[in-house]
């Protein structure tokens, strides 16, 4: 029927791909990858990319994302293309958090010193259960273990081969988003946060720039454009 021939050339056919777009022009491949990740918003990794693209080879579509990455930093763009939690995310530039923040009315989020000390524990003795925590920390873990489940920072992995069978906690997908992270082996080494002075505050700022004390504009006041704020980044 004409009807079912009109909608047939306008949709997708049976199979989820669209015929027209089957066969793909390699010079348009970076802006076909820009539109794939601003219309997911959250990271995606090569293996999905190449499969959603079907048809380029994954070294193909791996050099079409560092000339997508290359031309935002070249020409000063309000996006970045980066790796984070084992995939490719567009995200606005750490410097223009302030006005971001001020457009969608948002605060950074905080983690207290606690809270901070608990992850750092997860995240590099991960899977770890809560007495561990608490044999690090030497105070219980209940409380903050609870405010990082509910900030899905942390998850529960399993449980430990153990008397009581306890349960084991690990980090998760969106910790690695929040830190700017492309996967775990991307953390500081303890030396390194032995040594930053920033664990000494009793409250912090944090969000893909890392881990920093609160400044002023993170409690609600306008920017100055100066660029003292240390920058944010909004994914």
Known sequence: METETAIDSEYPNSNGHDQAAAQV???????????????????VGMSRLVEALDGPERREVAAALKALTESYERDGRGLRLVQVAGGYQLRTPHEHAPWVRRLLRERPPRLSRPMLETLAIVAYRQPC???????VRGVEADAVLSTLLDRRLVRIVGRKDAPGRPLLYGTTREFLEVFGLPDLSALPTLR???????????????????VRPPAVNDEGTEPDGTGAEPPGDTG
């Open 192 to 210: 390194e946060l032995g040594e930053a002075e920033i664990l000494g505050s009793p409250e912090l700022v944090v969000d893909a720039a890392g």
């Open 129 to 135: 259960t809560r007495a561990e925590i608490e044999a």
């Open 25 to 43: 022009e390699l010079g348009r491949l970076p802006a076909l990858i820009e539109s794939l990740l601003f219309a997911a918003g959250a990271p």
